[in-house]
T-cell receptor, first 115, second 112 residues
Framework: KQEVTQIPAALSVPEGENLVLNCSFT??????LQWFRQDPGKGLTSLLL?????REQTSGRLNASLDKSSGRSTLYIAASQPGDSATYLC??????????????FGSGTQLTVLP | GAGVSQSPSNKVTEKGKDVELRCDPI?????LYWYRQSLGQGLEFLIY????????KSGLPSDRFSAERTGGSVSTLTIQRTQQEDSAVYLC??????????FGDGTRLSIL
């Protein structure tokens, strides 16, 4: 059974700092890995999706890397802003026949960026 | 809007009652997923629909939970004889051809 772990559980940084969130997974047979953001009382917003054949994806100040063989991914946030404060979730989908791509989620990292 | 819509946004009910949660996916999305987010368990997959194929029900926690998707669009998740441990946020997501899943804001279910 796939297990996804995120470290740290919570992180507080001053505005402007660069930071790294970590995600690890136990089964490397994944189809893709996604990073999501969740604001209080809201659903999930997809930030980056990395296919199993890819090593990284970038969007603005965000960069996500994937090392499938070691079961690790990182989300790098550059020049953090108070608006980045949210819970960040990592999720993997299993590489299986057919198209069922249900996600297995980590427990998230709660990020607070202090002004 | 063009996003995934869920209703109601909040539902409070008494233990033992049945509840129905609704999800309107993004138009044209063939895949629809239900997840549950609770304090103790995090985010868990419940059920998956893809087109006209039989749904993947492998995540449903008990036979009190069921879901249907009518006409390949709207889906309802039904919980019968609710228990206090069913209290959670129920999230729906839809996607198209392996693209990222788009999530609704969820239904916050509280069982008294």
């Amino acid at each position: 059974k796939q297990e996804v772990t995120q470290i740290p559980a919570a992180l507080s940084v001053p505005e402007g700092e660069n930071l790294v969130l970590n995600c690890s997974f136990t089964d490397s047979a994944i189809y893709n890995l996604q990073w999501f953001r969740q604001d209080p009382g809201k659903g999930l917003t997809s930030l980056l999706l990395i296919q199993s054949s890819q090593r990284e994806q970038t969007s603005g100040r965000l960069n996500a890397s994937l090392d499938k063989s070691s079961g690790r991914s990182t989300l790098y946030i550059a020049a953090s802003q108070p608006g980045d404060s949210a819970t960040y979730l990592c999720a993997v989908s299993k590489n299986r026949p057919g198209s069922a791509r249900q996600l297995t989620f980590g427990s998230g990292t709660q990020l607070t960026v202090l002004p | 809007g063009a996003g995934v819509s869920q209703s109601p946004s909040n539902k409070v009910t008494e233990k033992g009652k049945d509840v129905e949660l609704r999800c309107d996916p993004i138009s044209g999305h063939t895949a629809l997923y239900w997840y549950r987010q609770s304090l103790g368990q995090g985010l868990e997959f419940l059920i998956y629909f893809q087109g006209n194929s039989a749904p993947d029900k492998s995540g449903l926690p008990s036979d009190r939970f069921s879901a249907e998707r009518t006409g390949g669009s709207v889906s309802t998740l039904t919980i019968q004889r609710t228990q206090q441990e069913d209290s959670a946020v129920y999230l729906c997501a839809s996607s198209f051809r392996g693209q990222p899943q788009h999530f609704g804001d969820g239904t916050r279910l509280s069982i008294l």
